[in-house]
């Protein structure tokens, strides 16, 4: 079956800008969990969405936000951009909060100029 | 996307040879602890997991060992092919949630 899906693969984007990324989980998966990664902090845990439910939230200021719609599918949101976002979005999913194995997608690379 | 770049500490094998590799980690109310594999362009692979309550787990050619006094964690990688070269990252999870809370990473490489 087909794996996590994340779009854009690549964008850039200027300064003060807001962006949407989008994520399409596994089939049947309706956990999806967001991560920031990037060379100076590693990857970071932004939030987590199950059944349209936001579970837990990272400690990112509240620019970062996003949603979980009925097919499970998830998008991010960040407003007004700052040159420190710039970095690799993943989005993983899972079957049910027990299981540990969580899918990763390929990330999508954000450059904030 | 490419995996974490410049400032991981980077360990060097040779082809054949056995790997370990190492992770402090910091909550020791972690229900799992789990080994994620991320090779350049790719997003995080599972390895293998272990829960809090054990403390060694084997599988295909890895093996995890957790000792919780100290609060550490291992992968032990058998007979290392070049295929294994990527950045290795350990994390926590706790049950019911699908939050990772990884470590900073391990740069593998394996030399034919």
């Known amino acids: 079956k087909a794996g996590v899906t994340q779009t854009p693969r690549y964008l850039i984007k200027t300064r003060g800008q807001q962006v949407t990324l989008s994520c399409s989980p596994i089939s049947g998966h309706r956990s999806v969990s967001w991560y920031q990664q990037t060379p100076g902090q590693g990857l970071q845990f932004l939030f987590e969405?199950?059944?349209?439910?936001?579970?837990n939230k990272g400690n990112f200021p509240g620019r970062f936000s996003g949603r979980q719609f009925s097919n499970s599918r998830s998008e991010m949101n960040v407003s007004t951009l700052e040159l420190g976002d710039s970095a690799l979005y993943l989005c993983?999913?899972?079957?049910?909060?027990?299981?540990?194995?969580?899918?990763f997608g390929q990330g999508t690379r954000l450059t904030v100029v | 996307g490419e995996s974490v770049g410049l400032h991981l500490p980077t360990l060097s094998v040779q082809e054949g040879d056995n790997s370990i590799i190492n992770c402090a980690y910091s909550?020791?109310?972690?229900?799992?602890f789990i080994w994620y594999k991320q090779e350049s362009g790719k997003g995080p692979q599972f390895i293998i997991d272990i829960r809090s309550n054990m403390d060694k787990r084997q599988g295909q050619r890895v093996t995890v060992l957790l000792n919780k006094t100290v609060k550490h964690l291992s992968l032990q990688i058998a007979a290392t092919q070049p295929g294994d070269s990527a950045v290795y990252f350990c994390?926590?999870?706790?049950?019911?949630?699908?939050?990772?809370?990884f470590g900073t990473g391990t740069r593998l490489l394996v030399s034919p």
């Open positions: 909550n020791s109310a972690s229900d799992y």
């Open positions: 969405y199950f059944s349209e439910t936001q579970r």
């Open positions: 994390a926590e999870k706790n049950t019911g949630f699908q939050k990772l809370v």
């Open positions: 993983a999913s899972g079957s049910t909060g027990g299981n540990t194995e969580a899918f």
